[in-house]
């Protein structure tokens, strides 16, 4: 079975790229889809309805998306291989751009929307940077001149990055997308699937469930409006 992780902003279309994904192997994969979001999600019941796939969801609630995709993993990858799914579509709610869903043994999509702005890329850290191939959407809506900073953001966040370009909607330029997916190894030894790069450190009072605002009533990971460079490098 493959494994394909697909994350990214809110709204930067990952979904239409999963559709597309799906209707264009759907007659030589047997695919199994799984959601990962906060408090709601409809992709799941939407998908299962229009491919006939089975797919599931789960809320990660009071914990990061990436960090419970990361917790179910295993469970996903052992669901699907029940289902006789010889593909696995993973898609992270994204919201935490500090993490990365991505795995060994798996490819890693990072999709992102033309439209968010040409700086985009590098805001996205480590869920970009550790990325096999970056999907950027809505191509049709920004200028010529807006793609290509847009293309270069990406590289200067990684430069050995494949990026194609879409209208994820219609689907143009997905082709490039599909053959990588076609070309990624089948998973080898679930037992030793691991994250590619090592997650942020630390866990700071407010995740515990401390409300007074201000640093000084904090202790452990703090930040302060004024002092030092506390940009996570990581990876």
Known sequence: MRLVVIAGPPSAGKTAVVRQTIRALQDRYRIAYLKIDVVRAFEDEEL??????????????????????????????AWAGEEGADLLLVESAGLCLRCSPYTTQGLGVAVLSAI?????????????????????TRIDLVSQAEKEVFRERIREVNPRLDIVETNALQGTGMRYLLRAIEDCPAITDPDAIVLRGAPPLGVCTICIGKTEIGWQHHFGVIRRLEGADYLYRGD
């Open 48 to 77: 299962a309805a229009e491919f006939g796939i089975p797919a599931r969801k789960v809320y990660s609630g009071d914990l990061c998306p990436d960090h419970a995709g990361v917790m179910v993993m295993r469970d996903a990858i």
């Open 116 to 136: 968010s702005g040409t700086n985009t890329p590098l805001k996205m850290a480590a869920m970009l940077a550790l990325a096999d191939i970056a999907v950027v």
